[in-house]
């Protein structure tokens, strides 16, 4: 049984609201260091809509651009991030937490509404242990070499992912960019 539609939810301050009018296909807890910073905590816990079905009712968005092929929304009164989007990518991951009923959307084992997974999991914070028998994958295994190249914008000096992996990129290549999610 899907929650009633349409999904809606905000920023902290109320500046911004949005609607979704299709469910989710997908909740992620992404790991990188990207999502870290952008969310100041452990990792990201999004959920994945069609870009036709989200909206904004209220209020704009302004984007950061956190990557050469991605940006991340957010409120520029009160801070909230609300959405990550990939350039040219037909899909959407809203802040979990910024849905006004988050708990209708488990990210769970169980969870029967769609794909949830851990991604990412090669920066989790060490002493963080995942212990809900959610998949877990590493950046390598939902992108492609030069994507993942691409990410860090070393790709010229970069020979290879463990490359990529070892270095410390400031804006690291953390992040799942071109992913098949
Ligand atoms: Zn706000
Ligand atoms: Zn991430």
Same mark, same amino acid.
């Given at each position: 049984m899907i929650p009633a539609l349409p999904i809606t939810g905000g920023c902290l301050c109320g500046?911004?609201?949005?609607?979704?009018?299709?469910?989710?296909s997908?909740? /992620?807890? &992404? #790991? *990188?260091t990207m999502c870290q910073k952008s969310y100041g905590g452990l990792f990201m816990t999004s959920l994945k809509f069609a870009s036709t079905a989200f909206a904004t009712v209220r209020g704009d968005v302004t984007y950061y651009r956190s990557s050469r092929i991605?940006?991340?929304? =957010? *409120?520029?009164?009160?801070?909230?991030p609300l959405v =990550?989007? /990939?350039?040219?990518?037909?899909?959407v991951w809203v802040s979990l937490g910024s849905l006004d009923r988050p708990f209708d959307w488990p990210l769970t084992a169980e969870a029967a509404w769609g794909?949830?997974?851990?991604? &990412?999991?090669?920066?989790?914070?060490p002493w963080y242990s995942i212990a809900d028998g959610l998949d877990q994958r590493p950046l390598e295994q939902m992108v492609s070499r030069n994507a993942?190249?691409?990410?860090?914008?070393?790709?010229?000096?970069?020979?290879?992912?463990?490359?990529?992996?070892?270095?410390?990129?400031?804006?690291?290549?953390? #992040?799942?960019e071109r992913t098949s999610r």
């Open positions: 500046a911004i609201r949005y609607q979704a009018a299709e469910p989710p997908g909740g /992620y807890f &992404c #790991h *990188c991605a940006e991340r929304g =957010f *409120c520029i009164n009160c801070g909230s =990550f989007r /990939y350039d040219n990518v037909e899909n794909e949830v997974k851990h991604v &990412c999991i090669e920066s989790k914070v993942a190249l691409g990410v860090c914008g070393r790709s010229a000096i970069s020979s290879s992912p463990e490359d990529a992996r070892s270095t410390a990129a400031p804006f690291g290549a953390r #992040h799942p």
